[in-house]
C-alpha cells in the first residue's frame, strides 16, 4: 500500500509538472510533496493585454439610478431616484389633448355660422326651448321684466330716464379725486428735494449742479456749450507711439545721435543697467560673485517659519521625559488615586459655592442656576413669558390660584371658576384645605369641554 501511494504521488507530480509553465526550466528538491498554492498556467494575462486599454465596466442597475452621470445624460428625463422604478401614470404613447378629426376642416368649421337653412332654424329652436334663459332672454331683444309703464313712457320712442347734466357739472371721478387739490400739487421745492435726495430726474433731463457760469465766463451755455478742446492736426497710432517712440520717425527708427565722450561716460557711471549692481565710482574690489554685503539677521541658531511648523527637535529632546509615569506630587501614590473617591480639578456648573448676590457682567461662571442645553434647544412654550412648566404645577391655594385663571382669563368669572375647582378636587381627591395647581384647573376646564 505505502509503494502504491507513493507511486500515486509521483505521478500526480508530473501531471502537474506538465501542466505549469515552467515546467523543466528548475529542479524540484521535494518531488513527493504536492505544490502549494495554484498555477497561472494558461492565463490570458500577457504584456499585449496590459496594453490593451479596455472597455469601462458598466455600472450596476442597481445601482445607477443613484449616480449623477445618469440623471443628468442627454436625453434623460430628470427623475428623483426613489421614484425611478415606480409604474409610469401613462403609457408611452400618451399625447395630451384630443386628436382633430382629419375631415374637420376651416370649411366645415366656417360652415356652422352660415345661414342656417330653414329646418336647422327649426331644430336649433326646439333645441333651445328646454332653457329658461331662452324664453326669458330673448336673442336680438332686451330683457323683459313685465313692467307696467305709464302710458307716456310706452307711447314716446325717445323716452330717456334720468336728467340730462348741464355742461358745466362735474363728472363723479372729479369729485373723488379732485385734480386741484392741494394734496396732490407738487411744488417746484418739492420737485427740486426729490432730485437731490432720490435723483429723480425725469426722462431725458440734463443734470443741473447749480452753477453760476456767469463768474466762470461769459458765452457758456450748459445747453449747448461743449467743454474740452478740439485737435487740430488727426494724431494717430497715438498707444503705438506711446509704447514705442521710435514709431514718430518716418523710417520707424530713432536716428543716430553722437554725444561727446564725457556724456557717454557720465551715463555709464549715473545710469542703473538691469540685472547689474550700480556703479558708485568705488573701483574694483575683486570679490566674488555670491559675496553678500552686510549681516545676517540671524545671528544664532533660531527658529524660522518652517522649523515652528514641522520642527527641529533634536534626539535627546525628542526622548520621553524622565517623570513620565510618575507622579509629579510627592506623597500621592498611584494606587491611592485609583482607589480614592476623590474628583480632582474645578467642575465646569460651580454648584458647590453659593452664587453672588449681583452677578457681574464679567462673570462667565455657571452656578447652577441657568438653563440648561436641552431647554436652550428646545425652549417650552411660555419661558420667553418667564413662565415655565414647573410653575403650572406648583399649588396655590384657591384664593391665589382664582387670582391667577380670572386675571389670564382662562374662567369667565367667580362661578365659572368655584364649578372648575370643585371638578379639580373630585379628580385629584383633594380636601378643602389642599392646594391645587393650574394644571389641574386646566385638566378640569378640557374635560367640561370634552363633555359640551
Known amino acids: 500500500h ?77 427623475k428623483h431616484w426613489g421614484a425611478e422604478r415606480d409604474a409610469a401614470p401613462r403609457p408611452q404613447d400618451f399625447v395630451f389633448g384630443v386628436r382633430g378629426e382629419k375631415d374637420a376642416g376651416v370649411e366645415h368649421l366656417l360652415g356652422g355660422h352660415l345661414e342656417p337653412t330653414t329646418m336647422q332654424a327649426y331644430q336649433m329652436m326646439r333645441a333651445e326651448m328646454c332653457y329658461e334663459s331662452s324664453k326669458v332672454e330673448v336673442l336680438g331683444k332686451t330683457l323683459n321684466r313685465k313692467y307696467d309703464w305709464p302710458d307716456n313712457v310706452k307711447g314716446d320712442p325717445n323716452f330717456r330716464f334720468g336728467v340730462p347734466g348741464a355742461g358745466d357739472t362735474e363728472p363723479a371721478i372729479e369729485v373723488v379725486f379732485p385734480p386741484d387739490a392741494p394734496s396732490l400739487q407738487t411744488t417746484a421745492e418739492q420737485v427740486a428735494m426729490y432730485k437731490r435726495s432720490h435723483g429723480a430726474y425725469e426722462p431725458g433731463e440734463q ?76 573701483g574694483d574690489h575683486k570679490l566674488p560673485a555670491d559675496h553678500i554685503y552686510g549681516m545676517s539677521t540671524q545671528k544664532f541658531n533660531d527658529w524660522g517659519a518652517k522649523e515652528c511648523l514641522s520642527g527641529n527637535y533634536s534626539i535627546d529632546e525628542q526622548m520621553p521625559d524622565p517623570d513620565l509615569g510618575r507622579s509629579l506630587r510627592r506623597g500621592c501614590a498611584p494606587d491611592h488615586v485609583l482607589t480614592s473617591d476623590r474628583i480632582f480639578g474645578v467642575p465646569c456648573v460651580r454648584s458647590d459655592i453659593p452664587p453672588p448676590k449681583r452677578s457681574s457682567v464679567a462673570d462667565s461662571k455657571n452656578y447652577g442656576n441657568e438653563p440648561g442645553v436641552k431647554a436652550l434647544i428646545y425652549p417650552q412654550t411660555f419661558a420667553q413669558r418667564g413662565v415655565y412648566e414647573e410653575d403650572f404645577l406648583e399649588g396655590h391655594t384657591r384664593e391665589a390660584l382664582c387670582d391667577i385663571c380670572v386675571s389670564s382669563g382662562m374662567v369667565e368669572g367667580q362661578a365659572h371658576f368655584d364649578a372648575l375647582f370643585e371638578r379639580a378636587r373630585a379628580m385629584y381627591g383633594a380636601s378643602e384645605d389642599d392646594m391645587l395647581s393650574v394644571d389641574a384647573i386646566r385638566r378640569a376646564l378640557y374635560q367640561e369641554t370634552m363633555a359640551e
Open 2 to 78: 505505502c509503494s502504491s501511494a507513493v507511486q500515486a504521488l509521483e505521478q500526480r507530480w508530473r501531471n502537474r509538472q506538465s501542466d505549469m509553465s515552467n515546467a523543466g526550466k528548475f529542479r524540484d528538491s521535494a518531488p513527493l510533496l504536492p505544490a502549494a498554492g495554484r498555477t497561472d498556467a494558461g492565463s490570458a494575462d500577457s504584456t499585449a493585454m496590459c496594453f490593451t486599454e479596455q472597455e469601462r465596466p458598466p455600472t450596476p442597475d442597481h445601482i445607477r439610478r443613484f449616480r449623477k452621470s445618469y440623471t443628468g445624460a442627454p436625453g434623460m428625463r430628470v
Open 207 to 282: 443734470r443741473k449742479r447749480n452753477y453760476t457760469w456767469e463768474k466762470i465766463g461769459e458765452g457758456i451755455d450748459p445747453g449747448t456749450h461743449s467743454f474740452g478742446g478740439s485737435s487740430a492736426i488727426d494724431y494717430k497710432q497715438g498707444v503705438a507711439k506711446a509704447l514705442n517712440p521710435d514709431l514718430e520717425y518716418d523710417s520707424r527708427v530713432k536716428p543716430t545721435q553722437l554725444v561727446p565722450k564725457t556724456v557717454d561716460d557720465f551715463h555709464k557711471v549715473r545710469a542703473d543697467d538691469l540685472g547689474k549692481v550700480r556703479n558708485l565710482g568705488l
